[in-house]
C-alpha cells in the first residue's frame, strides 16, 4: 500500500472524523480524483505535438493521456470544432495517492520562489486547482528532450462539502499551504 494512502486511512481519516463531529468514516473528506491537463494550442496544426506531449504525461503521471477537442468552433482563434486542443489523465485508487505524494513532497518545493499553496486556488466544492508553469519540474521528464516548456493544471477532486473540508483534509495530508 502506498504511504500517503495509509497515512490517510491511519491518521488522517480518525482525527478528521473527530474535528468534524462525524458518526460515520464514510462522510469523512477523501480525495476522489486527480486530473492533470495541458492545454495545446499548437496541435491544431502541428499533430506530431500530441505525440510528445502524451510520452511526457505518460511519464509524469504514470498512465496513458488522452486527447481533448475542441466542443465548437471559434473563429478569432482559428479553430473548428473537433480539432485536438489539449490533453489529460484522469487519476484514480494508487496512482493518484502516488502522484500527490509526489507532487507535495518533491515537485512543489522544486518551484522557484515557491511559498506554499494559495487559498485562492481552491472552489466552492473543496477541489483545489493548482497550475504549474513548466513540466520540467517533474523528475521524470528528461528536460533535454523537451522541445517547449509548456504549463500544466492539476485538479485535485475531494468530497469535502466545502473549501473548509477540503483544505483541512490536504493540509492534513501534508500539503504545503501559504501561512
Known sequence: MNRLKEKYLKEVQPKLQQELGLK????????????????????KENAAVLEKVQVYLAALAGQKGIVTHAKKSIATFKLGKGQPIGMMVTLRGDKMYVFLDKLMNIVLPKVR?????????????????????????????????????????????????NKDEGKRLLSTLGMPFRS
Open 24 to 43: 460515520n468514516k464514510l462522510t469523512v473528506p477523501a480525495l476522489k480524483k486527480i486530473v492533470v491537463s495541458m492545454g495545446l494550442g499548437e496541435a
Open 113 to 161: 520562489d515557491f511559498r506554499g499553496v494559495s487559498e485562492k486556488s481552491f472552489d466552492q466544492a473543496g477541489n483545489l486547482n493548482i497550475g504549474l508553469k513548466e513540466q520540467t519540474i517533474f523528475p521524470e521528464v528528461n528536460y533535454k528532450t523537451v522541445d517547449k516548456v509548456r504549463g500544466l493544471q492539476v485538479t485535485i477532486t475531494t468530497t469535502a462539502k
